[in-house]
């Protein structure tokens, strides 16, 4: 649906009568991963919602359309803006693990981590925190009901959407995990095998789960039939969910967490999100230096070594807020940054500790979408049900496909984790507890106006923020935020990670002189979906990842 637009030559005559005003806000600007929930959610913006409410809807038709990325059996981090008063919170609809989880959970008898067990099937499965989370957002800061947010999922739930090659891709890859499980097999293949372009997927079980929600709130899920329904098949497939799980769950309104590079604000994810704490202890790190004065070659080696030590940090300190006291103020301290910086040196790679690296994901699973309103609302949201198509588990009848966050813990300290992260005691696993993320939304706020921006991409993601605000310190604009070429460490593995074309070939000997290794990734990563909102006139603008295809539109 387009809204109507008024006739050219009104518009026209109105700015000669009225130079000097700022630019027309009109009604807003969404970045997101698929170009129907960020139709969908200029919809409700144009219909009279705000960006909270159109956070609900784009959420939701993600949920629908980008079945692989986020759901509703899934969880993630809602980062606000309210314009009114300036409030900033970070919504953190996290997983928790169920309360029959323990620490050795994924271990066999003989202490070893099974493999996949954390990965495929509901053992996998944190408690969703994606449906009270849409819930909260709604009663709390948004101006529409449930009813009508929700409304544009619901219909694509029942009347389907095609598939296409990404959808194929991600399909593909997780094929013999989905067929493992009938409901998931029915919701998501065509007889078993991946899907023909343009097959519709209708998920009419979700469509009913989703009008539930958007009946009786967050009830509606985790409590009577819906929640009957999901904790007897989880429990049928071998999972350990209770009734309590779920009737327990709780969204927090969680501080973001702040700091300042040269003179641009920054404002991120929380922990139970490692993002925004090891984004600005980046920042920080190379606030150190005077990059200007470095060679390109130089700069990237400065880069990978504040990356090593901010990664090496994420690995021994952080968990959830709510089971581990954790050092947050020192983190993200400018002083603190000095130390770290201190061991780094210009003509030799700092070596971390080696380990077994870990299977990379590709990226583009989790999601990410901006949202600014024309009062100035912003929603910076990152989503996930982690691996592609999550533990491809689907409770019968309920067409929730569930998560398979619990590998975001550390189910051995010291054992990679599927995105090749290594973590301690910080984030072992107890009952209740969250899984520590990667998920970095986040606003920067320069003089001049402020972006919004995320991406999915694992352990990834973090050094992808760091790309993005640093084209920003440049003076580059959104679509140089989310294209620039992309590299990356993480402490362990003890490599530089990087897209086809991101490390020139002499680039590439030159680092390998100074002593780092090289793992040349054979894809891109990453979807980075961004917006920008100048100050004084509001104009908004905003890129979408070239490297996915979803779409960021201003109306
Ligand atoms: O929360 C996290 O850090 C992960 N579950 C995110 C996973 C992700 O981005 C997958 N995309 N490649």
Redesign the pocket.
């Known amino acids: 649906m387009t809204r109507p637009r008024p006739f050219p030559w009104l518009f026209l005559l109105l700015l000669f009568l009225l130079p000097g005003l700022p630019a027309a806000q009109g009604q807003g600007a969404i970045a997101s991963a698929h170009p129907l929930a960020t139709e969908a959610g200029l919809d409700i913006l144009s219909g009279g919602g705000n960006a909270f409410d159109a956070a609900v809807t784009v959420a939701a038709v993600l949920a629908v359309v980008e079945p692989y ?1 986020s759901g509703m059996g899934g ?2 981090f809602w980062l606000l803006h309210r314009a009114s008063d300036g409030y900033e919170v970070m919504l953190d609809g ?1 997983e928790r693990a169920p309360l029959a989880a323990h620490r050795d959970l994924y271990l066999d008898d003989s202490g070893e981590v099974v493999p996949g067990l954390s990965v495929n099937g509901p053992l996998s499965a944190g408690i969703p925190g994606q449906p009270a989370a849409l819930a909260h957002l709604a009663a709390r800061y948004g101006r529409l009901p449930l009813a009508q947010t929700l409304a544009p999922a619901i219909r694509l739930a029942r009347e389907g959407f095609p598939v296409d090659a990404h959808y194929r891709r991600m399909a593909e890859w997780r094929l013999e995990q989905l067929r493992r499980w009938p409901a998931a097999s029915a919701q998501f293949l065509a007889a078993g095998e991946v899907p023909l372009p343009g097959a519709i997927i209708k998920q009419p079980d979700l469509a009913e789960t989703l009008e539930r929600l958007a009946e009786q709130g967050r009830d509606g899920f985790y409590r009577g039939t819906l929640a009957e329904r999901l904790v007897a098949g989880v429990q049928a497939a071998g999972g350990i969910w209770k009734a309590q799980d779920l009737a327990d769950y709780q969204v927090v309104e969680r501080k973001p967490v702040r700091g300042e590079y040269r003179g641009m604000k920054i404002t991120s994810a929380a922990p139970p ?3 925004g704490i090891v984004l600005i202890s980046m920042l920080n790190q190379l606030a150190r230096f005077d990059l200007e004065s470095y060679s390109p070659l130089q700069r990237k080696h400065l880069l990978v070594e504040v990356m090593r030590r901010a990664y090496r940090d994420r690995a021994e300190y952080l968990g959830d807020p709510d089971f581990v006291d954790m050092p947050v103020v020192r983190l993200i301290d400018p002083d603190y940054a000095a130390g770290l910086v201190r061991d780094i040196q210009l003509d030799a790679a700092t070596p971390s500790r080696h380990t077994p690296a870990g299977e990379h ?6 999601t990410h979408y901006s949202i600014i309103d024309a009062e100035g609302n912003r929603v910076s949201a ?1 989503l ?5 198509f999550g533990s491809c588990f689907v409770a019968p009848g309920t067409g929730v496909l569930l ?1 398979d ?1 619990m ?2 813990f550390s189910a051995r300290p010291g054992t990679p984790n599927v ?1 090749g ?1 290594v973590g301690g005691e910080a984030n072992a696993i107890a009952p209740g507890k969250r ?5 970095t939304p986040t606003f920067v706020e320069t003089g001049r106006g402020v972006a919004v921006l995320g ?7 973090i050094s992808m923020l760091l790309h993005g605000v640093l084209a920003m310190a440049e003076g580059e604009g959104p679509g140089e935020w989310v294209g620039r070429p992309r590299y990356h460490h993480q402490y362990l593995p003890d490599a530089i990670q990087f897209e086809p074309g991101a490390l020139s070939a002499g680039e590439q000997q030159q680092l390998q002189a100074l002593g780092h290794r090289l793992e040349p990734l054979d894809s891109t ?3 980075m979906q961004a917006l920008y909102r100048e100050r004084g006139t509001g104009r908004l603008s905003g890129a979408s990842d070239p490297r996915g295809m979803g779409s960021a539109r201003v109306e």
């Open positions: 990325s969880g993630g996290r999100s490692s993002g994901g590709e990226g583009q699973d989790t990152t996930s049900i982690n691996y592609p998560n966050e590998d975001d995105y992260l899984m520590l993320s990667s998920m991406t999915p991409g694992g352990s990834r993601i990563y990453g979807n």
